[in-house]
């Protein structure tokens, strides 16, 4: 039976996992040097142990299975942002992404939001209709966060209200 909880400590392996499968799956193209340095800054055990701690992650479980994992928070006084969202490759177009989606938003929303933004790679086929499909709009390219000097990662900035 799958379930949509806030994340504890005892999840943190798997949202490790997850987000690392779907980040290598969804980047597959991008240098792998790229992967392997967002792999291991945003999705260690140390960090998400931390963000998990600090009730930043929500959890999408099958049995006791993490099968996705996202999380956000507030930007600015009205407007929160949707950090991360993964689901398990092998369990993509199950809704899975939409309930963790759901569950970031209205507690974003519970926090005073009024406005959600999110950042997708440019080119990112699996996310930009899943996204635009959920409201958000596309605003503006930007570098994309981490991105060394010498790289031309882009961002695309999308947002909606909420």
Same mark, same amino acid.
């Given at each position: 039976?799958?379930?949509?909880?806030?994340?504890?400590?005892?999840?943190?392996?798997g949202i490790?996992?997850?987000?690392?499968?779907?980040?290598?799956?969804?980047?597959?193209s991008a240098?792998?040097?790229?992967?392997?340095?967002?792999?291991?800054?945003?999705?260690?055990?140390?960090?998400?142990?931390?963000? *998990?701690?600090?009730?930043?992650?929500?959890?999408?479980?099958?049995?006791?299975? %993490?099968?996705? /994992?996202? +999380?956000?928070? @507030?930007?600015?006084?009205?407007?929160?942002?949707?950090?991360?969202?993964?689901?398990?490759?092998?369990?993509?177009?199950?809704?899975?992404?939409?309930?963790?989606?759901?569950? *970031?938003?209205?507690?974003?929303?519970?926090?005073?939001?009024?406005?959600?933004? %999110?950042?997708? /790679?440019? +080119?990112?086929? @699996?996310?930009?209709?899943?996204?635009?499909?959920?409201?958000?709009?596309?605003?503006?390219?930007?570098?994309?966060?981490?991105s060394l000097?010498?790289?031309?990662?882009?961002?695309?900035?999308?947002?909606?209200?909420?």
């Amino acid at each position: 039976m799958l379930t949509v909880q806030k994340a504890e400590l005892k999840h943190v392996e798997g949202i490790c996992g997850v987000c690392t499968r779907g980040y290598w799956a969804t980047y597959a193209s991008a240098p792998k040097a790229y992967i392997q340095r967002i792999v291991d800054e945003f999705y260690n055990v140390e960090r998400v142990s931390r963000e *998990v701690h600090n009730g930043e992650y929500w959890v999408a479980l099958d049995g006791e299975l %993490v099968v996705g /994992a996202g +999380g956000g928070g @507030m930007i600015s006084e009205r407007e929160g942002e949707l950090y991360v969202l993964y689901v398990e490759p092998t369990r993509k177009y199950q809704g899975i992404g939409t309930l963790l989606l759901h569950a *970031v938003t209205q507690e974003l929303k519970e926090l005073g939001a009024e406005m959600q933004w %999110v950042s997708v /790679a440019k +080119g990112n086929q @699996m996310a930009i209709p899943f996204y635009e499909s959920h409201g958000f709009q596309f605003q503006q390219e930007r570098k994309a966060y981490a991105s060394l000097e010498d790289e031309d990662h882009v961002s695309l900035r999308y947002k909606r209200s909420i």
